[in-house]
């Protein structure tokens, strides 16, 4: 069972905070140098990598389907090149060709039969622009125990969960891949999923 909307919800006001309010490490690693335009970035949680890029120039699209995220974000990272958006861009893909850069990190994407909305994702991509595509690494051994305990769903499986490298499948030659790669992850103590301890990191440019 995947967590739903009203499960999300519950995750965020269970707690004052859930994640560290630090931007992603591995958005600062590789995208600290881009050009800013348009970015969507997908499953924007508590905010911190929308404010991180909208600090930069980006013009941030920050979707995320529970209302209880956004809310939070507005009040710890509000910005004015922010739009908080309660979607689900799962069930109702962006437009194809709209942003600079679709930003996701560690959104939790279940595996369908012919990737549609993974596609859409990368549809999104205007040319020029880039996918940047951040999931944890599901090969670690503790990954499902954790997951279990943490969902309380014995049925949990971590491998129903596209990874950034699978993304590469979905790039045609209009694509350029610059990196494809498992790293290890800053980890704070006090932010959820810290038990994670590698990221698997796609970024591509969209060259045509
Ligand atoms: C693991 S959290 C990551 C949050 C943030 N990107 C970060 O790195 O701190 C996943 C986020 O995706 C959101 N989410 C899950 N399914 C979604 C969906 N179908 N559409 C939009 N947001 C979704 C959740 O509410 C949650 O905020």
Redesign the pocket.
């Known amino acids: 069972m995947t ?1 739903n909307e009203a499960d ?1 919800d519950a995750r965020y006001t269970n707690t004052d905070r859930v ?1 560290s309010n630090n931007p ?1 490490h591995a958005l600062e690693g590789e995208l600290t140098n881009l050009t800013p335009g348009t970015a969507l970035d997908v ?4 905010g ?2 929308a404010r991180w890029l909208a600090d930069r120039g980006w013009k941030v699209t920050a ?4 209302s209880a ?1 956004l809310a939070r974000a507005k009040e710890l990272n509000d910005h004015p090149s922010i739009s908080w958006t309660h ?4 069930q109702n893909p962006p437009e194809p060709s709209t942003f600079d850069l679709v930003s996701m ?4 994407l279940v595996r369908t039969p012919g990737d549609v909305a993974a596609r859409a994702f990368v549809g999104a991509v205007a040319p020029g622009g880039t996918l940047f595509v951040v999931s944890h690494d599901m090969t670690e051994d503790h990954i499902r125990k954790h997951a279990q305990s943490h969902s309380g769903d014995p049925d949990f499986n971590p491998l129903d969960y596209y990874t950034s490298h699978e993304f590469a499948a979905f790039l045609d030659h209009n694509w350029k891949i610059l990196v494809d790669r498992t790293q290890p992850r800053r980890i704070d103590p006090s932010s959820g ?1 810290a038990a994670h301890i590698n990221d698997t990191v796609l970024r591509a440019v969209r060259i045509a």
């Open positions: 967590m999300w994640w992603n499953g924007c949680g508590e911190a990598d979707v995320d389907i529970s995220a979607a689900d861009p799962v990190h560690y959104f939790p999923g």
